[in-house]
């Protein structure tokens, strides 16, 4: 399956066969994406990355298998990257907790991937803003 070939289709079992073998042994390797670009009202040329076949097979897969893992580690405000969940629900949230005065604020974290550290920007109604930064534990 690794072509962009139309033979692809008269062997997609034995391709989709290959595929998983590749995966679980570690032999898999992503294909570069291909590269279009399409026109925009400006006349300018915007570029689109088109993954392989089985790029995005491989990503479905891994979505399917790690979904339900990490969707019960999310607390229920979570909103972000999240199945049935989009960032007009977290506003409308947001907005129904400050208009019922059953919150005093909110807090945001970011997450650096490259670093240990996770930093927290604060706000409360009650409070200045503050930030805190702290040791994530393993």
């Known amino acids: ?8 289709a008269e062997h997609l079992e034995a391709n989709l066969l290959s595929l ?3 995966v679980h042994t570690g032999a898999y390797r992503a294909l570069p994406s291909r590269r279009k670009y399409i026109p925009k009202a400006d006349g300018r040329q915007r570029p ?4 392989a076949i089985e790029d995005k097979i491989v ?17 229920g405000f979570s909103y972000g990257f999240r ?3 989009n960032q007009h629900q977290a506003l409308d949230a947001l907005a129904f907790g400050i208009g019922s005065g059953g919150s005093t604020g909110y807090s945001t974290a970011t997450f650096n991937p ?16 503050g930030l805190a ?6």
């Open 1 to 8: 399956m690794r072509g962009r070939g139309s033979n692809n």
């Open 20 to 22: 998983h073998v590749r």
């Open 48 to 51: 689109l990355g088109i993954a």
């Open 59 to 75: 990503q479905a897969a891994v979505v399917t298998v790690l979904t339900p893992i990490y969707e019960s580690e999310f607390l």
């Open 83 to 85: 199945p049935k969940r």
């Open 114 to 129: 490259f670093s240990t550290r996770l930093t927290r920007i604060g706000w409360s109604a009650s409070s200045n803003i």
């Open 133 to 138: 930064t702290g040791e994530l534990s393993g």
